[in-house]
């Protein structure tokens, strides 16, 4: 079956350090990956995403994110941290033509 | 343009008690989809919708229905509202266009709702 898994419900990071944010997708055919933000109150906003080519793919706010195959895996990465990212992170896989598939969600907080 | 636009943002209601929540898009996208937030459990989608006048179901319908009348317009429903449905809910759209910018989901802000 398809699926989304985002290990870590809960991430503390301290501003200023580096941030990895685990996504591992089960997926048949060659996937669609996505990255989105969810600020408290607010809506989702899209950071990155993935089709094809290069498997290092930059989004917006300074994230960036590493398509690895073999380990079918999607992490989010930042090198510094700082105090405005902290928020929900979701990662997504287009599963077939119209639907998606949302891992649980990963909540970050960030100590100044 | 104010892209993906929800209305209410907040809503209470009793049990048994029917709404309808309204998702506006003003991009000309073809598809719109509604999911419910609730807490660990991520995004599920609730219908969806492929064109005008089409609707589809998706992961978690029961309890809801919808309509797509208007091109722009994705409407959600509760005929008898249950504390189940307690949730955020979020409107989504995206174009049909092939290629890989076609993906992109738009959401809207959500809508709070609570049924006591």
């Known amino acids: 079956a398809q699926s989304v898994t985002q290990p870590d419900i809960h991430i503390t990071v301290s501003e200023g350090a580096s941030l990895e944010l685990r996504c591992n997708y089960s997926?048949?055919?060659?996937?669609?990956l996505f990255w989105y933000v969810q600020s408290p109150g607010q809506g989702l906003q899209l950071l990155l995403k993935?089709?094809?080519?290069?498997?290092l793919v930059q989004g917006i706010k300074g994230f960036e994110a590493e398509f690895k195959r073999s380990q079918s895996s999607f992490n989010l990465r930042k090198p510094s941290v700082h105090w405005s990212d902290a928020a929900e992170y979701f990662c997504?896989?287009?599963?077939?033509?119209?639907?998606?598939?949302f891992g649980t969600g990963t909540r970050l907080k960030v100590l100044a | 343009n104010a892209g993906v636009t929800q209305t209410p943002k907040f809503r209470v209601l009793k049990t048994g008690q029917s709404m309808t929540l309204l998702c506006a898009q003003d991009?000309?996208?073809?598809?719109m989809y509604w999911y419910r937030q609730d807490p660990g459990m991520g995004l599920r989608l609730i219908h969806y919708?492929?064109?005008?006048?089409?609707?589809a179901k998706g992961e978690v319908p029961d309890g809801y229905n919808v309509s797509r009348l208007k091109k722009q317009n994705f409407l959600l429903g509760l005929e008898s509202a249950a504390p189940s449905q307690t949730s955020v809910y979020f409107c989504?759209?995206?174009?049909?266009?092939?290629?890989?910018?076609?993906?992109?989901?738009?959401f809207g802000p959500g809508t709070r709702l609570t049924v006591t």
């Open positions: 997504a896989v287009a599963s077939g033509t119209y639907k998606y598939i």
């Open positions: 989504a759209s995206r174009t049909y266009r092939q290629g890989q910018g076609a993906y992109e989901q738009y």
């Open positions: 997926y048949g055919a060659t996937p669609y």
């Open positions: 919708s492929v064109g005008e006048g089409t609707t």
């Open positions: 991009m000309n996208h073809e598809y």
């Open positions: 993935y089709f094809s080519g290069d498997t």
